[in-house]
């Protein structure tokens, strides 16, 4: 790499660093720089005096400018705007918004939010700054999670441009995103009062009647939207589709009495919009495009549990991986001072042998626990048609088993940093031990979610349940040690087999005597069935208010 693209280089690494100060550091201090990459850095440090003496020269090489700019990321194929021609313009035009605006519209298009704030900022005068500005910025701080900044430039768009529909539709979106249904509703209706073909403000109206519980008039706006725009056709279809599952059937015309006339059946007039008369029946939605939207909206779930999952404690979602690691390691140390640092019943440390069962109890309690409460926690979530229970089990299994796979693998590496055991003798085994696992598990938190929709008392009975497996699932002893009678009464519990099934494929040389997978596989599948049967019957009350 040239010497000019590694100081242009260290000044971009420095910009979306958050490092401004030592991005300019980094340029003064730079041996040499081309008139391309010097043209670029100034422009992104804005530095307006000292752009004269590159300007010519970088505007005279495109070429080179071309290959500073693809370097960053932005596309030069001719698909799209002409970047280089973005540079010229603001080159020439430090002071004006526009090729400002332009030219972080472009970086922002290449993943570069950091550059693009880098090139707003200057322009930005908090509550004087210009419409243009204003809503650029607004959505940089939307891609660099920065909501709050992101909703306040959004506003100060709004009343710039108080009669464009485009920052309109733009606030009512951010207030959505930070659930605030009823803001967004009337941000959207101003849009819509602006410009009634706005199809994107009708679509977020009906996302905000969503989530305020008016499934009627949602259904009106989504039905505007598609008309307007048929990309909106899929998200009304869903909401009809839910509808018609969710609603009970209306009884036909009746007859009426003394004259034979049919009377159709009264209707609630929509508040917000008219509902049409009649409403086409839905298509069935086909099985591939069915399992996709599914998975879209499980990933949807997935990145949002992600971020509030722990979102009370300051650590975040790094709380998911301490906690549990915490709590291994004090029981490890309990363990040592208690005197149980003997020989182990298998292999050379009490330490890996408490830890193969232990981790293994985790991942199947945290995975059962966290389904109990999900219809209450979920409620609100649970008014957009488009997202089930399952969907919600789904995406916070997942993360569960994800996480508590952290988990095990960091703490295996920190006891073989710490020379305490070693590598497993066989991962094939106990990757499949933890899939058998996860579904044992899941098809326990579907019946545990069933049933703790009906009986609150099931929430504390489960986590007792919970503390006897603890000491009856062989994690702090070996069943060879137990007395015969006793041993084949625990036996009977499937996690004593998850925990043998782990322990032979860590230990090498280990076979276990007592190792039933199949008597394990029956466990599973039957908790499969059980636990989707009864989800299957229970899904529409799931969905009740409580």
């Avoid at 003496?53 to 194929?77: C, E, K, Q, T």
């Avoid at 839910?242 to 036909?252: E, F, M, Q, S, T």
């Avoid at 293994?360 to 059962?368: C, K, R, V």
């Avoid at 058998?436 to 504390?460: E, H, Q």
């Amino acid at each position: 790499m040239a010497a000019g693209q590694k100081a242009l280089a260290a000044v971009v690494a420095a910009i979306e660093g958050g490092r401004p100060e030592a991005a300019a550091a980094q340029y003064d201090t730079a041996g040499s720089h081309g008139p391309a990459e010097a043209l670029v850095a100034l422009l992104l440090l804005d530095r307006r005096a000292a752009l004269m003496a590159v300007v010519a020269p970088a505007l005279a090489d495109a070429a080179a400018l071309g290959d500073v700019l693809r370097h960053l990321g932005l596309r030069l194929d001719g698909s799209g705007p002409d970047p280089v021609a973005a540079v010229h313009r603001l080159a020439r035009l430090p002071d004006a918004e526009n090729p400002r605006a332009h030219l972080a519209s472009l970086l922002l298009d290449a993943g570069r939010p950091r550059l693009a704030e880098a090139l707003l900022l200057p322009a930005w005068q908090h509550a004087a700054t210009s419409a243009l500005i204003a809503r650029a910025l607004s959505g940089t701080w939307m891609l660099l999670g920065q909501d709050s900044r992101a909703l306040d430039a959004a506003r100060i768009a709004v009343d710039a441009a108080p009669e464009a529909p485009e920052p309109l539709e733009h606030l009512a979106g951010l207030l959505l995103r930070a659930g605030q249904p009823g803001p967004a509703l009337l941000a959207a209706g101003r849009a819509i009062a602006v410009d009634p073909k706005a199809h994107q403000a009708w679509r977020l109206a009906s996302s905000g009647l969503l989530d305020l519980g008016q499934t009627e008039e949602a259904i009106a706006a989504a039905n505007r939207a598609a008309r307007l725009s048929q990309l909106h056709a899929p998200h009304a279809e869903l909401i009809r589709t839910a509808l018609a599952a969710d609603r009970p059937r209306v009884p036909g015309p009746a007859p009426e009495a003394g004259r034979g006339k049919a009377v159709p059946p009264t209707r609630r007039a929509a508040t917000w919009a008219q509902v049409p008369a009649v409403r086409p029946a839905p298509r069935r939605m086909p099985l591939g495009r069915a399992l996709a939207v599914r998975a879209r909206v499980i990933d949807a779930l997935l990145l949002r549990e992600t971020r509030t999952m722990f979102s009370a404690s300051r650590l975040g979602y790094a709380w998911a991986l301490v906690e549990p690691l915490s709590h291994v390691l004090l029981l490890s140390v309990v363990f040592m001072f208690l005197g149980h640092d003997s020989q182990p019943p298998i292999g050379d440390s009490m330490l890996t042998f408490y830890m193969t069962g232990v981790l293994a109890f985790l991942f199947f309690s945290h995975l059962t626990e966290r389904a109990m409460d999900l219809p209450a926690a979920n409620r609100s979530l649970l008014l957009v048609p488009a997202v089930g229970i399952f969907d919600i089990l789904a995406s916070k299994s997942v993360l569960s088993a994800v996480t508590d796979l952290v988990v095990a693998a960091t703490t295996f590496a920190l006891l073989i940093g710490f020379g305490v055991g070693g590598l497993p003798a066989d991962p094939a085994q106990m990757v499949a031990c933890y899939l058998v696992l996860f579904l044992l598990a899941f098809g326990i938190a579907c019946m545990n979610l069933v049933v703790s929709s009906y009986s609150a008392a099931w929430d504390k009975l489960w986590p007792t349940v919970l503390r006897v497996q603890y000491f009856t699932c062989g994690v702090f002893y070996h069943p060879l040690d137990m007395p015969e009678d006793i041993r084949s009464l625990i036996l009977l519990n499937p996690l004593v087999h998850v925990t043998e099934w782990m322990r032979q494929g860590y230990f090498r040389g280990y076979e276990s005597p007592f190792l039933d997978i199949p008597y394990l596989l029956q466990w599973t599948i039957g908790s499969l069935t059980l636990g989707t049967l009864l989800f299957a019957a229970a899904a529409r009350q799931l969905r009740q208010p409580a």
